[in-house]
């Protein structure tokens, strides 16, 4: 199975800067990657996918990447708000060929106004 | 999208008893997944629960434990048996988008056990 690694430690940024967060993994390479947001005492909402043969996606403010020789994503949000401030979830197929995510513990983020 | 409703949002358990948890989707779906989010962890997938089978577990998971029904196309129980404070947790009820590629979740239920 896949062990992902997102840092424990919160992020502390200013309003209006960017906020990037990475996700390793190791073992197989995945078919995709997804990124979450939760908010305290509230389930995961998905934000973005990318698939393996894709190098970035965009959405709005968020822009995810995704190397798989790395092993790594990197998640940012520009032009952070405060509103941002909620801990982001990476996600991978449990096993290969599932469609079943495993998730990494998170990396909490706080925008500071 | 899904929405996904879960009750009791929170409880407080003895030692000893069993708590059901239940999930109601306002559509149907074909595969209800519970996770489980111990205090400052990752979420954990307990199982995957099919309507008219038996629930398919994760490694460290068994059916005594954490029961499961799926009696229908919207709706699905997990009971946690024989509670411990080791089971103090949230616990989540999560459904796939049609293709696979996203998940919705429930809002989870808190559960600390005394």
């Known amino acids: 199975s896949q062990k992902i690694e997102q840092n424990s430690e919160a992020l502390n940024i200013q309003e209006g800067k960017t906020a990037t967060l990475t996700c390793n993994y190791t073992?197989?390479?995945?078919?995709?990657l997804q990124w979450y947001r939760q908010d305290p005492g509230r389930g995961p909402v998905f934000l973005l996918l990318?698939?393996?043969?894709?190098k970035e996606k965009r959405k709005e403010r968020l822009k995810v990447t995704f190397d798989t020789t790395l092993k790594q994503s990197l998640f940012h949000i520009t032009a952070s708000q405060p509103a941002d401030s909620a801990t982001y979830l990476c996600a991978l197929p449990l096993r290969g060929g599932s469609y079943i995510p495993t998730f990494g513990r998170g990396t909490s983020l706080i925008v500071h106004p | 999208s899904a929405v996904i409703s879960q009750k009791p949002s929170r409880d407080i358990c003895q030692r000893g008893t069993s708590l059901t948890i239940q999930c109601q989707v306002d559509?149907?779906?074909?595969?209800m997944f519970w996770y489980r989010q111990q205090p400052g962890q990752s979420l954990t997938l307990i199982a995957t629960a099919n309507q008219g089978s038996e629930a398919t577990y994760e490694s460290g998971f068994v059916i005594d434990k954490f029961p499961i029904s799926r009696p229908n196309l919207t709706f699905s129980t997990l009971t946690v048996s024989n509670m411990s404070p080791e089971d103090s947790s949230i616990y989540l009820c999560?459904?796939?988008?049609?293709?696979?590629?996203?998940?919705?979740f429930g809002p989870g239920t808190r559960l600390t056990v005394t």
């Open positions: 990318i698939r393996e043969n894709e």
């Open positions: 999560s459904v796939e988008r049609t293709g696979g590629d996203e998940q919705y």
């Open positions: 073992n197989y390479s995945p078919a995709y």
């Open positions: 559509s149907q779906v074909t595969m």
